[in-house]
Every structure is written in structure tokens, then in C-alpha cells.
């Protein structure tokens, strides 16, 4: 038997205010190490991050004492695709960079989980061997999403315009975890689709 090269990956994806964090958070509880890529831009744009001295090179007056400041950032590049190009050409490589390493510390784990918002939106689906999606009722997104501070329902409508629905993400899934129930009942969900994809990565040495 062979050991496959590396861990089977698992896309986790889901729309806004479907608990795809909740969800995560379950998985890494089960041992699952996890990728978190809007967590890792987050540090690296925050106080003392690694790509700050780059991107106020090139949009000066965007960064500050407490990292990127957002607003002034976001008053550079919004609606110039040009500009938005030159900051992702900065933070896609960099994010990959850290994903790399990532992959290379946990080599010897069965499954490792990249947890990406816009996983489909951006092409991210074709380098995992599974995707999982989280999902629930549309009334209970829209109760969830609605609850956060500052939330509007136009800017929820805005929101869930820029991304893919959850009818067609969940066709695209492998598997989908279902978070309109209680939470001990999506911990089984993960529980038991965590046991199945450890059998199918041990299948993979065979």
C-alpha cells in the first residue's frame, strides 16, 4: 500500500449566513486541520502584517498604525479594475504561498479543509477533491444575515447578488451539510461525513 502524497483536501464553501464558520469550527474540533483564507489576509493586512509595506507602496495612504485602512483602500480600487488588479496580483500570491505551507505542515494528516467563501465564485473548487457546502432554508439566512449589526435587506440583496445561489452551489456540491437544524444535529452531520472522508482518503493509499 502506498500513502497517497498529500492529505484529501475539502472545500468548505456557503453563502452568507449559512454557519459556514459554525461549521468549520466543527470540523477543526474533529481533528480536521483548517485552512482559513480570509483569516490569513486578515493578518497579513492587520497591524504589523507582511504585505502592508506593499500595498501602501502601491496605494499610498491606505495603510496606518492599525494595518489597512479599509476605507481609504476601498476609495482606491472600487470601480478601477486596474487598481483591484494590482492589489489581488499582491494578495493571491501571498495567500497561495501560505496555503502551500499549510499543506506542507499538516502532509501528514488524511484531510486537511480549506474553508473559502467564494470558493466556486473564484475557480477555487478545481484544485479541492471535495466540496462541501453549508446551507439552510432561505428564511433562516435571511433571519441570521438580518440580526448582524448594521445589516440592511438591501445590502444583504447586494450581497447575494455577487454570489452564486445556494440552489446551484448545492448541485455543484460532493457532500452538503444542512444548518437548519439544531447544532448537535449539524455536528453529526459533520461528524459522520468526517468518518466517511477518512475512509475515502485511506482508500486513496490503496
Do not use: C
Amino acid at each position: 500500500m502506498n500513502a497517497p502524497d498529500r492529505p484529501l483536501i475539502i472545500g468548505l464553501t456557503g453563502s452568507i449566513g449559512m454557519g459556514k464558520s459554525t461549521v468549520a469550527a466543527m470540523f477543526e474540533h474533529a481533528g480536521v486541520p483548517i485552512f482559513d483564507a480570509d483569516a490569513e489576509v486578515r493578518a497579513m493586512q492587520g497591524p504589523g502584517g507582511e504585505l502592508l509595506e506593499q500595498i501602501e507602496a502601491a496605494f499610498p495612504g491606505s495603510t496606518g498604525p492599525d494595518g489597512i485602512n479599509r476605507e481609504a483602500l476601498g476609495g482606491q480600487v472600487f470601480a478601477d479594475k486596474e487598481k483591484l488588479a494590482r492589489l489581488e496580483a499582491i494578495v493571491h500570491p501571498a495567500v497561495a504561498r501560505k496555503r502551500a505551507q499549510f499543506l506542507a505542515d499538516n502532509a501528514d494528516a488524511p484531510l486537511v479543509l480549506f474553508d473559502i467563501p467564494l470558493l466556486f465564485e473564484r475557480g477555487g473548487h478545481e484544485a479541492v477533491d471535495t466540496v462541501v457546502v453549508v446551507s439552510a432554508p432561505a428564511e433562516v439566512q435571511r433571519e441570521r444575515v438580518l440580526a448582524r449589526p448594521g445589516m440592511t435587506p438591501d445590502k444583504f440583496e447586494h450581497i447575494l447578488g455577487l454570489q452564486i445561489p445556494d440552489a446551484k452551489k448545492r448541485e455543484l456540491a460532493n457532500h452538503i451539510i444542512d444548518t437548519g437544524a439544531s447544532l448537535a444535529e449539524t455536528e453529526e452531520q459533520v461528524l459522520a461525513l468526517v468518518a466517511k472522508l477518512r475512509v475515502q482518503a485511506a482508500q486513496r493509499g490503496e
